[in-house]
């Protein structure tokens, strides 16, 4: 592990936590909202830890649009629960002769 810098190290897990919201969300383990929710936790989080005058201002701020980003990339898997369906036309149920022979004599 000591052969790989911190911007790969950070890359290969962005790219793994996102495959596995991913997986999350298609085998219905989490909702797209569950998702969201957790997505959105860590970007307040990165946020509120980046005011101030420290080295982690611009980290925090960095990692806060990084999260915005990968929800908005996400964001057709994640709202694809909240998108309402196409209702069909209802099709005219055919009757019966017998049926018919009852209404109309």
């Known amino acids: 592990m000591k052969d790989f810098?911190?911007?790969t190290a950070g890359f290969a897990a962005l790219t793994i936590t996102e495959l596995l919201l991913?997986?999350?969300v298609m085998k219905g383990?989490?909702?797209?909202a569950e998702v969201t929710q957790l997505l959105g936790s860590a970007i307040r989080r990165h946020e509120t830890a980046s005011k101030g005058?420290?080295?982690k201002t611009?980290?925090?701020t960095e990692a806060a649009r990084l999260i915005t980003a990968m929800?908005?990339?996400l964001s057709p898997?994640?709202?694809k629960d909240q998108t309402p369906a196409k209702?069909?036309?209802k099709r005219k149920r055919k009757r019966s002769k017998e049926s018919r022979s009852k209404i109309f004599p």
């Open 5 to 7: 810098s911190i911007d």
């Open 22 to 24: 991913q997986h999350c």
């Open 29 to 32: 383990v989490m909702t797209g």
């Open 53 to 55: 005058i420290d080295e």
């Open 58 to 60: 611009l980290i925090n």
């Open 71 to 73: 929800v908005g990339g």
């Open 77 to 79: 898997l994640l709202n």
């Open 87 to 89: 209702s069909k036309p």
